[in-house]
């Protein structure tokens, strides 16, 4: 059975970091655009992060620029994010999961490309 397993979530500072991963079972990561996403309590999923199948493209969420850093290692079967200087407001449960598609040739940043969804990783950033 294919799964995504999210971990490296926790309690931090503002200020602090966190490394993500995210580790495939049952399926390989290798040729699928990989993507993270963050579900905060009452809110919609939203996008974070998104690396390509290649690795050559990354695209990121306006919101986290700059902090965040995307990154696989397909030997591995691993897709990471690195938190940087995290706000209260990046408060959440992270998602990673798979694109649809084999080899697509652009990187999407909606919820309905993606599957394998994992249970996700809470991330607490206290002030």
């Known amino acids: 059975q294919a799964q995504l397993v999210e971990s490296g979530g926790g309690l931090v500072q503002a200020g602090g970091s966190l490394r993500l991963s995210c580790a495939a079972s049952?399926?390989?990561?290798?040729?699928?655009?990989m993507g993270w996403f963050r579900q905060a309590p009452g809110k919609e999923r939203d996008f974070v992060a998104a690396?390509?199948?290649?690795?050559?493209?990354?695209v990121y969420a306006d919101s986290v620029k700059g902090r965040f850093t995307i990154s696989r290692d397909d030997s591995k079967n691993t897709v990471f994010l690195q938190l940087n200087s995290l706000k209260p407001e990046d408060t959440a449960v992270y998602y990673c999961?798979?694109?649809?598609?084999?080899?697509?040739?652009?990187?999407?940043?909606?919820?309905?490309?993606?599957?394998?969804w994992g249970q996700g990783t809470q991330v607490t950033v206290s002030p």
């Open positions: 049952g399926r390989t990561l290798s040729g699928y655009t």
């Open positions: 690396i390509s199948w290649s690795g050559g493209n990354t």
């Open positions: 999961a798979a694109d649809v598609r084999r080899y697509r040739a652009v990187v999407v940043g909606t919820t309905s490309g993606y599957t394998n």
